[in-house]
């Protein structure tokens, strides 16, 4: 046990201590005033920046951790976490119009859009129609890879009954009812900046027409006119050039045909004729023969149709839906050039009439129409390798009578 003498000297040397550091306090507090004092003279004298000094006080601090603790800046974020990565992720939910709007603040971002288009096969637009009352000039797309729609800029016009045509990755989108008239309109949509320009207008107004591109030129065929007749004749645009030109007319009158492109040919088929009947008939056009093509007739498709949407995959031009007089169809059909014959497929979920259709990757994507009761928001596809379809999610908006396109990549 401690001694009370030792006992005394360790409270008189805690004593000592203790005034020792209550005037070393005092001394800090008043080094402190005065320091703040200097701090506001040489702020107000314009010598000291406030900003400047904390900034330096703080880098002095920093220095002096990473001095005591060994930490070393020759890292950056790219080698602590897997930016490509992540923003790969980000980007195949967002979707590419996020994708280029995030390109824009990192460049470490911007090499993971090469990753995405990579890796989704092709977007589907499907622009225009009516949802029963208005004429529509909305734009949505939708992605198959993650299965979801996005919301594009609009037309500068609404068009019902209209048709479209990809062209080097560009969307041209023709014609169609605006309202009070149909309308000769074009107007195309660029999909990397999601801007719209007016283009030259066709040679006439038309609505109810069909388009498919051949050798890097639209052709739009039949559809209806102002006095709602059937049209039987062509027009094509060149874009390399900018103007349109008739080309030969089809064998029939054709109002709401469809049409798609299969090794280089055009091909027609269904719509209805002068007396409002459905056609069945279907041609082709072979723009390699004489200096503008010739049609020719091909056999019957299974069923009469008009109304109905195509689209080619694989070799087959497939025709979809469509209307019968006032029955609505659900059931589809396909024409194999090789055979020159028709195979009808299965019937899809729901009937649609005035519908859109296109293909990606070996698919077949079917959106909207009329069910005869009320236009329709839902789409599906179908897997020729499965021979079935499949739901998929519906669109922002139900429409009828507007056009789909496909754009690869």
């Given amino acids: ?50 900003i400047r000094f904390w900034t330096l006080m703080h880098r002095r601090k920093f220095a002096a951790a990473c001095a005591k603790y060994g930490l070393t800046l020759d890292v950056s974020w790219n080698n602590i976490v897997d930016v490509q990565a992540v923003a790969l992720m980000i980007g195949l939910s967002a979707g590419p119009t996020a994708m280029r709007a995030a390109c824009v603040t990192s460049k470490t971002v911007s090499v993971a859009v090469g990753d995405v288009r990579s890796l989704c096969p092709g977007h589907v637009y499907v622009c225009g129609g009516f949802e029963g009352t208005l004429a529509l000039n909305t734009m949505e797309r939708f992605t198959p890879i993650i299965q979801k729609w996005e919301v594009l800029p609009p037309m500068t016009e609404a068009r019902q009954y209209t048709c479209a045509g990809i062209i080097a990755g560009r969307i041209y989108v023709c014609g169609g009812w605006g309202g009070p008239q149909p309308v000769s309109t074009v107007e195309r949509f660029d999909p990397d900046s999601s801007t719209w320009d007016s283009m030259p207008p066709m040679l006439i107004a038309r609505w109810g027409a069909s388009a498919g591109v051949v050798a890097g030129r639209l052709h739009v065929c039949g559809g209806l006119d102002e006095s709602r007749q059937p049209l039987s004749s062509v027009e094509r645009f060149d874009p390399s050039v900018g103007i349109w030109e008739a080309v030969p007319s089809m064998s029939e009158q054709r109002g709401w045909p469809a049409a798609g492109v299969v090794g280089g040919l ?32 091909l056999a019957p498709m299974v069923e009469q149709r008009a109304g109905a949407a195509a689209a080619a995959t694989s070799g087959r031009f497939y025709v979809c839906g469509g209307a019968f007089g006032a029955q609505m169809l659900s059931s589809a059909e396909c024409f194999d050039p090789k055979a020159r014959c028709w195979e009808s497929l299965p019937a899809m979920s729901s009937h649609r009439a005035y519908v859109g259709v296109t293909a990606v990757a070996g698919c077949l994507y079917v959106f909207g129409g009329s069910d005869g009761n009320q236009c329709l928001s839902s789409a599906e596809l179908y897997v020729p390798s499965k021979g079935a379809w499949e739901p998929l999610p519906v669109m922002n908006e139900r429409r009828s009578g507007a056009a789909a396109a496909a754009v690869l990549g």
């Fill in 1 to 50: 046990m401690m001694d009370a003498a030792k006992l005394r000297q360790v409270f008189q040397l805690a004593e000592e201590q203790k005034g020792a550091i209550s005037s070393l306090r005092r001394e800090v507090s008043q080094l402190r005033e005065e320091a703040d004092a200097l701090r506001e003279y040489l702020a107000a004298s314009g010598a000291l920046e406030p």
């Fill in 266 to 297: 055009l091909y027609v088929c269904g719509g209805r004729d002068e007396q409002r009947e459905p056609l069945s008939s279907a041609e082709r056009l072979d723009i390699a023969a004489g200096p503008h093509g010739t049609w020719e007739r």
